[in-house]
Each structure stands twice: as structure tokens, then as C-alpha cells.
């Protein structure tokens, strides 16, 4: 039986950095709608402002089956329409306040409804690859994700790919890290003291677990200190296929695939995500990993 083609299949989403690299206030399934939505932006291309989105296959990528579905669709483009404000300036001083999202239609008879986008900030969304100043994310990765920190953190490293390397680094403090998951400055404060083991059995380890199971990347980190004090969080990552050169004296060409479920260490107990692929993880890893998911749109904060 030949597969049918969804609409959002294979797309890649194109957005502003400086997006990827900050807290979100959407809900997880408002972030994953709105990547369904700029999915259809082509890059560098003039774009219609009016876009016809296929209700089923909508509600698929969603994974929305109950027969509630148009009740969740209004929820969800309300929410979308209430915080997608936006002010941008221009090199001229000028003054640009609105909503992204400003309007959507629903047709009951048709197989398909309608967002509507500002026209004024559409050339912010199709210049991004001609300016280079872009974000690009898989839109597949995006939706199988459960947990609005394995999001964030996959937002913010596809932010600092850098595609000409065999793989990418960046450092971030714990302040900036919290800020970044939407945490503030006093959680996992435990009188007067930051439980750093806590912060990243319910934070880090977590959302790197899932990212290296669902996404494109693999992901490891460790912790980069000065004397007692950790200084910053190292993360790197490298795309999970990919034809890596090698000895460039002999211009050898090696395909090296990354098993990306050996590519990870999992548990209460453990304080670093390895990289090592000697051993595979097991079914029990997995699910004990999947169960430290914050699976809700809020952050849950242990009371220690």
C-alpha cells in the first residue's frame, strides 16, 4: 500500500535566532503548531500572506485524536493569535506593532483552513537566509517531542549549528541555562543553596535523553569548572548521519554513522551524559528516562 504524503512531511523551519535562543511562553503544542505554520514560509521568496492548512493532516502531525478536534484547533489558534505580539523598528526609526497571527478561518465543508499572517512581518521570516542571521530546525523532530525543555534546548543548539564543522559547541552558564528553560534564579534553591544535581536529573539529563532519541542530533555535555565552582555547561553535538572527512593528507572519506541510542547514559545516579557507544541502552533506560519528561506545558519545580 503506498504511503500518502502529509503536507508538513520532510519540511524544514526557518526562523530568527534570536528566537531559538529565548524562553518561550507558548505551550509546547502552541510552539509546534506555530512551526507547522512557518513550515509553509519558503525563504528568500515572496510569500503569500495567507496560508491553507490541510485539516487532517494538521491533526495528524499533532497526534490530535479525539474527536474534539475542532475545540482543540480554536484553543490552540486563540492562544497563538493572543501571544504572537510583536514590535519591530526599521533602520529609520519607524514603528511596527502587531500580532503574527492576526486571524484564522475555519471552513466547516472543506478539507482545509486558513491562517492569516501580518504582512509587515513576513520579510523578517523570508529574508533569514539571505541575511544569514537564521535558525534551521526539523520540523519531524519538533512534533516528537513531549517536553517543552527537550524543545528549548533542541531551539537553541540548532541555533548554534555550525553546518561546516564535523560537529558544534557552545557554552552556557547555569544562570543563562535556568533563564533560557524559564526558570527563575531561586528554583532548585534549597535553603540558600542551588541543588545542581536536582537542576539537571529534572532539566538536562532529560531533555538531551530525548532529543538524542527523537531528533537529528546527538547531544552530549559535561560541566567545566574552576576549583568547586562550575564556570559553564558544555554541550556538543554533531547530526546523527552524516559523511565526515577525515585525513585530509590522504583525502579519505569516511561514512560514520552515529548510534545514537548507544550515544547515551541514563539514571538518578548518573552524573554525566557520556559519549561513549559501548554500551546500548536498554528498554528500562529508555522508559526511566521518558518518566523524567516534563510531559506538561508548565515547568515542574521538586520541592526537594
Given at each position: ?22 524562553y ?66 526599521d533602520?529609520?526609526?519607524?514603528e ?99 541543588n ?92 526511566h528516562?521518558?518518566?523524567?519528561i ?11
Open positions: 500500500m503506498e504511503n500518502i504524503k502529509n503536507q508538513f512531511d520532510f519540511l524544514t523551519v526557518y526562523y530568527a535566532n534570536e528566537l531559538a535562543r529565548k518561550s511562553k507558548l505551550t509546547l503544542e502552541e510552539q509546534k503548531v506555530l512551526h507547522l505554520i512557518f513550515s509553509q514560509i519558503k525563504p528568500d521568496e515572496k510569500n503569500p500572506t495567507v496560508f491553507k492548512l490541510n485539516k487532517l493532516d494538521f491533526f495528524n502531525k499533532l497526534e490530535l485524536e479525539s474527536e474534539d478536534r475542532y475545540n482543540r484547533y480554536r484553543k490552540l489558534i486563540q492562544g497563538l493569535i493572543k501571544k504572537s505580539y510583536f514590535e519591530i523598528k533602520i529609520k526609526g519607524n511596527t506593532i502587531g500580532v503574527v497571527i492576526h486571524k484564522a478561518k475555519w471552513y466547516k465543508n472543506e478539507p482545509y483552513f486558513e491562517i492569516f499572517l501580518d504582512e509587515d512581518f513576513m520579510p523578517y521570516l523570508e529574508q533569514l537566509v539571505k541575511i544569514g542571521y537564521y535558525t534551521k530546525v526539523n520540523l519531524n523532530s519538533v512534533l516528537k517531542l513531549k517536553s517543552k525543555h527537550s524543545l528549548t534546548l533542541y531551539k537553541w543548539l540548532c541555533s548554534w549549528t555550525d553546518e561546516s564543522k564535523l560537529q558544534s559547541q557552545r557554552y552556557i552558564t547555569t544562570k543563562d541555562l535556568k533563564e533560557l528553560f524559564g526558570l527563575s534564579i531561586d528554583d532548585y534553591v534549597y535553603n540558600g543553596k542551588f545542581r544535581a536536582h537542576f539537571e536529573r529534572k532539566t538536562i539529563k532529560p531533555a538531551i535523553g530525548e532529543i538524542i532519541l527523537k531528533t537529528d542530533l546527538a547531544v552530549s555535555f559535561k560541566k567545566n569548572k574552576k576549583g568547586n565552582f562550575v564556570q559553564n555547561y558544555e554541550f556538543i553535538w554533531t547530526q546523527k548521519e552524516e559523511n565526515f572527512k577525515r585525513d585530509k593528507k590522504t583525502k579519505l572519506i569516511l561514512n560514520k554513522k552515529i548510534n545514537y541510542e548507544q550515544n547515551l547514559t541514563l539514571g538518578d545516579k548518573i552524573d554525566k551524559v557520556q559519549t561513549s557507544t559501548k554500551n546500548s541502552i536498554s528498554q528500562e533506560q529508555i522508559n528516562m521518558l518518566n523524567n516534563d510531559k506538561d506545558n508548565q515547568v515542574v519545580f521538586d520541592k526537594g
